[in-house]
């Protein structure tokens, strides 16, 4: 059985930062695209980023530059560095993985950017 377990999430003030981790478990024999999606309070879940198994990344244009994404292969776990967020920034955040060919979501980790 996989499963993606998330954890890092909390309460960030502004301009602070935080780092989310994903950690894929399980009988695995390959992961491929790994990304981070995130669904503000009465808003569609939405892509934040997401990261190729070659290291190459996509952020959406609200995080550019503020937020990186990285991943550890050895350790099938995915990062989320998050800096300088902002109040809009406040969702809960999942990690989703292409794993043996199957897409898996995690249960999810609430950030709040506030004062």
């Known amino acids: 059985q996989v499963q993606l377990v998330e954890s890092g999430g909390g309460l960030v003030q502004p301009g602070g930062s935080l780092r989310l981790s994903c950690a894929a478990s399980?009988?695995?024999?390959?992961?491929?695209?790994m990304g981070w999606y995130r669904q503000p309070p009465g808003k569609q879940r939405e892509l934040v980023a997401f990261?190729?198994?070659?290291?190459?990344?996509h952020y959406a244009n609200s995080v550019k530059g503020r937020f990186a994404i990285s991943r550890d292969n050895d350790k099938n776990t995915v990062y989320l560095q998050m800096n300088s967020p902002r109040p809009e920034d406040t969702a809960v955040y999942y990690c989703?993985?292409?794993?043996?060919?199957?897409?898996?979501w995690g249960q999810g980790t609430q950030v709040t950017v506030s004062s």
């Open positions: 989703n993985a292409d794993i043996n060919s199957h897409n898996y």
């Open positions: 399980g009988n695995i024999f390959s992961i491929g695209d």
């Open positions: 990261i190729t198994k070659g290291a190459y990344t």
